[in-house]
């Protein structure tokens, strides 16, 4: 389990307190953006519901002293009538219905509009989530730490804000009817509002300290968290049960999943148990505290001090008082909670982006293609990727290369030896740790983010198997003509898709996958030639990467693919990464790379000429099919 976060430690107990409250305004004005009729209503409603059990109680009292008076004059009388005597307590009895009628409207409104606005802004803090993963780079979506981060505020955080709303709006409900029945409380004593006020604060800072640990299990245990999410993934999922079923790996992995469970329910009890412990002890204090101010009133009023009408009027407003209160101080605390949760949803809301600042759309030398000069590159270690941090051993080492539009080149090498990295830097995912990548003669950097996507069409070996239609599979590769059916069946006639999906029963309406209803899977070969059909959606791209796109095709697929890539890409550049020499042999110029260095260059004809690593590796293939 990693450590506490600094900053706990760092300040003083109460600025640390109070500091986290900052979130708060951000939060009120999250769900104003989200509806502000809503939020007035709440607040309307907020401010009936505070103001009339004071008024209600006050009401309470009116009805006792008149039913007292009512009394004594009907007795008193010598010609008694019942009618005369009742009508003014009936009309006070009439009010109070009509006060509690209205409270009753005011909390029914309140749940009303708090259950309508969770949804609202549940969705709205997804889809601000959502976005911000959108604009997060590659590297720092591998940061185990921003995962983290991502996985807490998902889990959690679209249902903060509300509750902090509504904790805000009930501590001001409370407070304002703390108020009203504090105006009542202190024509009887002050000393009696301040022991009402002696009695809850206990349990007050214990609640608020018990919030505070139990966010920092939240946060320490996150990693533990990921891994059970990962588990109930691998184990609830057909893309992964096939292996699970055929290795037998339920039994072991469920065990790790209850092991985890096991360990963080541990430190849940220990927490609960603590915290309803110290809650009951203290909050015994508030109880005390009430029935010594029962006893007091009690007193006064046998002394005649009081009339029975003020005595059940201030037992009433001790009792909701102290409920009052400590609903309140309990609110508060879980304020604390609240902002300490939503403090995790802005840590990563406010994680810095990489600034977009190429602009370019064209090049200083238009038509000198791709250069890559001296580049070395090393991925970084972990931590916060947009800061100085540890990289970890470079994994390419001073490459450079030219390839024009129009030639084709192919990179060869062991598993690891750096071919999909070298990709991952032209595509810009990644940027070079040395040296600099250019295209048409400006450094990449400099292009803007949109035109450097236009031009490139790539298919990685891991492309992605979107559970959507066969047609929208294609449609992904273009998002200007996600929808065009012309366009996806011209791509899927390059990429030798046509033919199977025409033969499927809704042709390109026919859903994939088996997530939903009616979802067809397909072969590894044909989800193949889905994705190098979907590399064909870029039609002006003229940098075609295809990183090893035939590995499950048959090789007279293979052959035929090879032809046709070769057509498509007369006057592109185009890069192949294959461990099949017979789709390399064609290329204009072979690399071959080991371990991050490019160890030989050439045609396929030079390099059997050279009779160096190609040579071995070539000779070594082709003895296999013999
Ligand atoms: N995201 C990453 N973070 C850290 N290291 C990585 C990452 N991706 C790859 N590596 C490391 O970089 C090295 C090169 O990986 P790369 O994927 O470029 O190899 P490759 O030549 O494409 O291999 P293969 O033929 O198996 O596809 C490997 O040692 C790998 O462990």
């Known amino acids: 389990m990693s450590p506490p976060p600094a900053e706990s430690t760092s300040s003083s107990p109460l600025s640390s307190f109070f500091g986290v409250f900052r979130y708060s305004r951000r939060a009120l004005g999250l769900v104003w953006g989200t509806s502000r009729w809503m939020m007035l209503g709440l607040a309307l409603c907020t401010l009936v519901a505070g103001v009339l059990p004071a008024v209600a109680a006050w009401v309470g009292q009116l009805i006792v002293d008149g039913v007292v008076s009512a009394m004594e004059t009907h007795q008193a009388a010598t010609d008694p009538n019942l009618l005369v005597s009742i009508t003014p307590v009936l009309k006070l009895v009439g009010i109070e219905a009509v ?71 009930g501590l001001l409900q409370n407070a304002i009817s703390l108020g009203s029945f504090g105006v009542l409380l202190v024509q009887f004593s002050p000393w009696a509002l301040l022991i009402l006020v002696a009695g809850a604060l206990p ?72 915290r309803e412990s110290w809650g009951f002890l203290l909050g015994l204090l508030g109880t005390l505290t009430f029935y010594a101010a029962y006893a007091w009133v009690v007193i006064e009023t046998i002394a005649g001090a009081l009339t029975l009408g003020q005595m059940t009027m201030y037992l009433m407003v001790f009792k909701q008082g ?47 293609g791709l250069r890559f000069e001296h580049v070395s590159f090393s991925y970084p270690g972990g931590g916060d990727v947009l800061q100085d941090q540890a990289l970890q051993d470079p994994v390419l080492h001073d490459i450079s290369l030219h390839l024009c539009p129009g030639q084709s080149l192919a990179l060869v090498g062991e598993n690891g030896s750096g071919k999909t990295t070298l990709i991952k830097l032209l ?11 250019l295209l048409d003669g400006s450094d990449l950097r400099d292009w803007s983010t949109q035109a450097l996507r236009e031009r490139t069409g ?72 889905i994705a190098l ?40 550049m185009a890069i192949l990464i294959s461990h099949r020499f017979s789709t390399v042999r064609s290329a204009d110029l072979i ?35 013999k």
């Open 99 to 169: 006060i509690i009628a209205f409270i009753a409207l005011a909390q029914r409104g309140l749940s009303a509009q708090q259950s309508l606005l969770r949804a609202l802004l549940g969705q709205k803090v997804n889809v601000m989530i959502l976005e911000k993963a959108g604009q997060l780079s590659l590297s720092q979506f591998e940061d185990s730490e921003l995962y983290d981060q991502l996985t807490r505020a998902r889990r959690e955080a679209s249902t903060r804000p509300l509750a902090l709303v509504n904790k805000t709006f």
């Open 203 to 274: 349990v007050f800072i214990s609640e608020a300290k018990f919030s505070g640990d139990a966010f920092k299990l939240f946060r320490w245990r996150s990693p533990q968290t990921r891994m059970q999410i990962y588990l109930e993934t691998v184990l609830a999922r057909e893309d992964s049960i096939k292996e699970v079923k055929l290795f037998g790996l339920e039994g072991l992995f469920l065990k790790r999943y209850r092991d985890i469970f096991t360990q963080l329910f541990a430190e849940d009890r220990r927490l609960t148990l603590r």
């Open 322 to 368: 102290q409920a009052a209160l400590s609903a309140s101080l309990t609110a508060i605390s879980g304020m604390y909670e609240d902002n300490l949760y939503l403090s995790n949803l802005y840590e990563y809301l406010e994680q810095p982006v990489e600034g977009e600042n190429g602009t370019l759309t064209q090049g200083a030398l238009p038509g000198d």
């Open 427 to 437: 595509t810009r995912l990644y940027q070079p740790t040395q040296g600099r990548i």
């Open 458 to 529: 790539v298919i990685f070996q891991d492309f992605v198997r979107y559970q959507l239609q066969v047609g929208e599979n294609l449609g992904v590769g273009d998002t200007h003509a996600f929808n065009d059916q012309e366009r996806w069946q011209s791509a899927a006639r390059h990429g030798m898709a046509d033919e199977f999906i025409t033969r499927m029963a809704s042709g390109y309406k026919t859903q994939l996958g088996r997530w939903f209803k009616n979802g067809q899977e397909l072969s590894g070969g044909q989800w193949q030639k």
């Open 533 to 572: 059909s979907r590399a064909y959606m870029r039609e002006n791209a003229d940098i075609l990467v295809l990183d090893e796109p035939t590995a499950a095709m048959d090789a007279a697929a293979e052959a035929e693919i090879f032809a046709r890539f070769r057509e498509h890409s007369r006057d592109k």
């Open 591 to 625: 690399l071959v790379i080991d371990q991050g260095h490019i160890i030989e260059r050439g045609t396929h004809e030079e390099l059997l000429a050279e009779n160096g690593r190609y040579a071995k590796l070539f000779q070594l293939q082709a003895a296999g099919y």
